[in-house]
């Protein structure tokens, strides 16, 4: 199993207070009052799907999804059980991130490239292919500014696609991350490229609002609410379970 | 761990270079804006103190000038430090990225400016008929001076997470800094070199490039054991919280 996780838990404090000045975070430390007043995102989930699989987590916003793949991620800590994960890890939230504007196309392909893990010649193999495939060809050497928003969309999904494939990560995690706000024509060709990622026989675990596609791809759905799994097994069931109670 | 490090060392550069485009990007001036801060500072102080404080050193604008560029070094990359984790929040939150890259990358970026420094204290050595070849010298020092300014970078970046006003604090500390430190005087005081680690750095490289003094073995290894220490203490203490980074951003 590439991915086990038993009884894992995440809380907040709710009574944290996000980065006071200096004077404040003194008092607070020398006032002694315990403030505290955590809250449980999630508790008690146990999730081992076998390998290969895709897995979809649906429910409703608040109920702990993002939060999971975090954990699942790295990037938040469990606060309880155990959290264990074999293989190389990919994490994809949206597309765009760490683009900078005044920078040209090429600069940012080597930018992102290097967020996502690869190092610089990989990136130079690959760079002939995320150009292709964004049909940006003419615009290498102009600054990321003058792009329209779809241009950006383009870009950036294509090089995160082609980085991300270039890893072929054992364990790839979602989260929102299937829509690329471009036209019709370059739309299918990212859904096909997307597809291709996902059936490359990692473990998937793509959380969605959008059921149609959690029932196409995924194997096997958890649906979540409160912090509690409330149903878990094949798509179909799942996602009519869901469907049934929010209708 | 070596492929670690390699990812990390790829990352830090490929951030670092954009970064100094970004900032010498879009002005003619390009990186002259780099030198005109110490320059600047430089022409004042000779202005003011050349003929009363600094007329009992020798080669006092040597003297300066070597001041202001290691210590303008020192606060660039440290006051940069304060925030770059909050600044980087969007990355953090978004990604598994080792954050130590952040930090690593603004030193980087400093040294590429630092370079454009060198240059014009190359001329200026050349102007007063010192040898370059001293300068070489300069090499050995400067990588524990890394080392102290990056120990220190460390521990601000993580400190920096928790405290919004930190950078405003920095700013504070390092002006009185500049005037603890011999800078623009001559100072030999045993206590201030013991304290102040800028200084016994300072002592070093004057001593050793302008005036071809060996300093001592004494404070050679101080400076050496004081920035190697701040490296190991400030790498730990940031490797201590940085799992927690992503919640307190």
């Not at chain 1, 996780?5 to 980065?19: P, T, W, Y």
């Not at chain 1, 967020?115 to 193999?125: A, F, M, S, V």
Request: glycine letters at 8%; a positive charge.
């Amino acid at each position: 199993m590439r991915i086990n996780l038993q009884g894992v838990g995440k809380k907040f404090n709710l009574n944290f207070k996000k980065r006071e000045g200096i004077l404040a975070r003194l008092l607070s430390v020398f006032s002694l009052s315990k403030n505290t007043n955590d809250f449980w995102v999630f508790r008690g989930i146990d999730f081992t799907p076998a390998d290969g699989q895709i897995v979809g987590i649906i429910g409703r916003n608040g109920s702990g999804k993002s939060t999971l793949l975090r954990v699942l991620a790295g990037i938040y800590q469990a606060d309880e059980g155990t959290v264990k994960l074999k293989g190389q890890v990919a994490y994809l939230t949206g597309f765009g991130q760490g683009l900078m504007p005044k920078l040209t196309m090429r600069e940012n392909i080597y930018l992102v490239g290097s967020l996502l893990g690869l190092g610089q010649k990989e990136i130079k193999q690959r760079f002939a292919e995320i150009v292709e495939f964004s049909e940006l060809g003419e615009y290498i050497e102009t600054p990321v500014y003058k792009f329209s928003s779809g241009m950006v969309s383009r870009l950036s999904f294509s090089t995160t696609i082609f980085c991300l494939k270039h890893r072929n990560p054992d364990i790839l995690l979602i989260d929102e991350a299937l829509e690329a706000g471009t036209d019709l024509n370059f739309r299918n060709k990212a859904l096909n490229k997307m597809e291709e990622i996902l059936l490359t026989g990692a473990n998937v675990v793509l959380v969605s609002h959008d059921l149609v596609m959690i029932e196409k791809y995924c194997h096997d759905v958890i649906w979540l609410d409160k912090g509690k799994i409330v149903k878990q097994g094949p798509a179909s069931e799942v996602v009519e379970a869901y469907v049934k109670v929010n209708e | 761990m070596t492929e670690s490090w390699q990812k990390v060392s790829g990352l830090s550069w490929t951030l670092a270079k954009a970064n100094f485009k970004l900032r010498t990007e879009g002005s003619y001036l390009g990186v002259l804006w780099y030198l005109l801060d110490p320059v600047l500072l430089f022409a004042i102080l000779i202005y003011v103190f050349g003929s009363n404080l600094g007329a009992s050193i020798k080669f006092y604008p040597l003297y300066l000038i070597w001041g202001l560029v290691m210590f303008n070094f020192f606060t660039t990359v440290t006051s940069q430090a304060t925030s770059v984790i909050v600044n980087n929040a969007l990355f953090i939150k978004s990604m598994k990225i080792r954050s130590e890259v952040l930090v690593v990358s603004i030193l980087l970026q400093t040294i590429f400016s630092h370079l454009f420094e060198i240059i014009v204290l190359v001329a200026l050595t050349v102007y007063f008929g010192a040898s370059l070849l001293s300068l070489l010298i300069y090499l050995p020092i400067f990588i524990f001076f890394c080392a102290l300014t990056l120990g220190i970078s460390f521990f601000l970046a993580a400190f920096g997470v928790y405290v919004s006003d930190l950078n405003n604090v920095w700013k504070f500390f390092t002006q009185a800094l500049f005037f603890a430190t011999p800078i623009f005087y001559a100072s030999a005081k045993p206590l201030i070199l013991l304290l102040n680690p800028l200084a016994s750095f300072l002592a070093i490289t004057r001593g050793l490039i302008i005036y071809h003094e060996w300093p001592g073995l004494k404070i050679i290894s101080l400076s050496a054991i004081t920035s190697v220490l701040a490296l190991f203490v400030g790498w730990y203490l940031f490797s201590l919280v940085k799992n927690k980074f992503a919640e307190n951003l």
